[in-house]
């Protein structure tokens, strides 16, 4: 259990410093900034997680630890993948809405 604490540890604070450093920088103009900064607080939420899980690994019998340790990766995993879907989702919309400026007569429903 120790090796696996200190990994979601270790995990957590590189997974934390780079939702913290997107948050920090200035907000972009393009999509692709702008997803960026929309993912930062899950990976934040899957930082706190990791660490719970790691924490708890450390100091918390072994059985337990397990447990715990299995429980906050699948979320950490669960939330970062979630945020990226809907980062995903967000940017395919504006890429579409981008496509249609102008005339709506060559993509005929994709502009609703």
């Keep these: 259990m ?8 270790c995990l957590a604070v590189l997974i934390g410093g780079s939702g913290a450093w ?22 934040l939420a899957a930082a706190v997680m990791l660490a719970a899980g790691g ?7 072994a059985r337990t630890g397990l447990l715990v340790l299995i429980v906050c990766v699948l979320g950490a995993v669960g939330t970062v993948a979630a945020g990226s879907w809907q980062g995903a989702r967000y940017a395919a ?4 809405e981008a496509s249609c400026v102008g005339s709506c007569a060559s993509c005929t429903l994709s502009c609703k």
């Excluded at 924490?55 to 019998?61: D, K």
């Excluded at 919309?93 to 579409?96: L, M």
């Design 55 to 61: 924490t708890v690994a450390l100091v918390a019998p």
């Design 22 to 43: 997107t948050l920090a920088r200035t907000t972009g103009t393009d999509v692709t900034g702008q997803v960026l900064r929309a993912v930062a607080p899950t990976q």
């Design 93 to 96: 919309r504006r890429e579409a």
């Design 2 to 9: 120790f090796i696996g604490g200190v990994v979601c540890l």
